[in-house]
Every structure is written in structure tokens, then in C-alpha cells.
Nanobody, 125 residues
Framework: QVQLVESGGGLVQAGDSLRLSCAAS????????MGWFRQAAGKNREFVAA????????SYADSVKGRCTISRDVAKNTVYLQLDSLKPEDTAVYYC??????????????????WGQGTQVTVSS
């Protein structure tokens, strides 16, 4: 069984940067893509970014494009989310997820079948 554990969240000021990590563990880690989602208080969970595990292709939500970089370390079974120029509206719980197909442009939650517990990111103005 695959487990995902996020880390790296915290309280930062507007304009700061954060790097979130998501470590995958389990007997066999076999997923075609990894994604990051976020959920702000009182709002639905939304797609942030995704990466194809084998080829490294990426996709981003318009709200973070240019401020966000997703990457992965295949040897460490870890995916990262670099967030730059953070804004108060980036405040949310950030979730890592793993999906069984490589189509990173498919951004719906149902494309992912394993989820982490989330890490809180709070951006103060």
C-alpha cells in the first residue's frame, strides 16, 4: 500500500518562498503521475500542479503559473512543490496525490487515487 507524507508547510510572509515535499512509501511505488492540490478554508479543493513520474512533463493551475515549480526525485520517491512570491490567497492546506495515468493535463481529483494528509501553508500580508 502506497502512503504519501507531505512536509514543508508553515507560516510565511507575502513574497516569501516555500518548498513542499511529498515522500511516497510502501512496498511498491508505482504511479504514473503526482499532483498537488490545495484547499482553503470554506472552499473546494483545487488543482495546483502535476508531474508525469516517468517523463517529467508538468502542468500548472493558472493561479500559480510562473510562481510555482513541481519536480520529482525518482530515486527518493519524492515530489516537490516550490512556491515563490507567495500571496495571502495561497493560504491553504496543500495535499499531495498520486495517479495511475500519465496525463498531467487531466486535473480532476478523481484522476488521483492516493492522497496524503496535507500540510498547512499560511501566508500573512
Amino acid at each position: 500500500q502506497v502512503q504519501l507524507v507531505e512536509s514543508g508547510g508553515g507560516l510565511v510572509q507575502a513574497g516569501d518562498s516555500l518548498r513542499l515535499s511529498c515522500a511516497a512509501s510502501g512496498r511498491t511505488f508505482s504511479r504514473d503521475k503526482m499532483g498537488w492540490f490545495r484547499q482553503a478554508a470554506g472552499k473546494n479543493r483545487e488543482f495546483v500542479a502535476a508531474i508525469s513520474w516517468r517523463l517529467g512533463g508538468t502542468s500548472y493551475a493558472d493561479s500559480v503559473k510562473g510562481r510555482c515549480t513541481i519536480s520529482r526525485d525518482v530515486a527518493k520517491n519524492t515530489v516537490y512543490l516550490q512556491l515563490d512570491s507567495l500571496k495571502p490567497e495561497d493560504t491553504a492546506v496543500y495535499y499531495c496525490a498520486a495517479g495511475m495515468n500519465p496525463y498531467v493535463l487531466r486535473m480532476a481529483e478523481y484522476e488521483y487515487d492516493v492522497w496524503g494528509q496535507g500540510t498547512q501553508v499560511t501566508v500573512s500580508s
